[in-house]
């Protein structure tokens, strides 16, 4: 494949590791998860996202994921979901809002935690995560400015 090099990563413990790495698109892997997320809130909820709202997915380092969980997926629910399909090949965990069921949180992780990197592999940018959210356009609008 091109582009594909080895490349040495930070194991556990602090010693190296040789692994191959893969250069390819985060966005567009960030917009098909935001089209998964659309259908497993219509799948687990029977929740359509009307015009007006919408979906904002992000890969995340660790210290981001626990920041969702912490702040997002822990609280309150009308409604959750947790699912591993293939032994970790694909799991997801959903939380639905109390007081608006098209307002959800997401977390996934693919392939047991592919990891995934900026530009530098370094383990400050490692993401294994995707979280993904929907809500009223207004309020990520609010929350970018």
């Known amino acids: 494949?091109?582009?594909?090099?080895?490349?040495?990563?930070?194991?556990?413990?602090?010693?190296?590791?040789?692994?191959i790495a893969i250069p390819f698109d985060g966005e567009k892997l960030e917009q098909l998860f935001s089209m998964i997320t659309r259908g497993l809130v219509w799948y687990?909820?029977?929740v359509y996202l009307e015009s007006g709202y919408e979906?904002?997915?992000?890969?995340?380092?660790?210290?981001?994921?626990?920041?969702?969980?912490?702040k997002l997926l822990r609280k309150n629910a009308r409604n959750r979901v947790c699912e591993d399909l293939g032994n970790g090949t694909f799991a997801y965990e959903g939380a639905q809002a109390v007081d608006?069921?098209?307002v959800t949180?997401?977390?996934?992780?693919?392939?047991?935690g592919l990891a995934s990197y900026e530009d530098d592999i370094s383990?400050?940018?490692?993401?294994?995560?995707?979280?993904?959210?929907?809500?009223?356009?207004?309020?990520?609008t609010r929350a970018q400015t």
């Open 123 to 140: 383990p400050s940018t490692l993401g294994s995560h995707l979280v993904s959210m929907t809500g009223p356009s207004a309020a990520f």
């Open 55 to 70: 979906v904002q997915t992000q890969t995340v380092t660790a210290y981001g994921l626990q920041v969702y969980e912490d």
């Open 105 to 112: 949180v997401w977390k996934f992780r693919i392939y047991g």
């Open 44 to 46: 687990h909820w029977r």
């Open 100 to 102: 608006d069921p098209a």
């Open 1 to 19: 494949m091109a582009k594909q090099q080895i490349v040495s990563i930070s194991g556990d413990g602090g010693t190296s590791e040789d692994t």
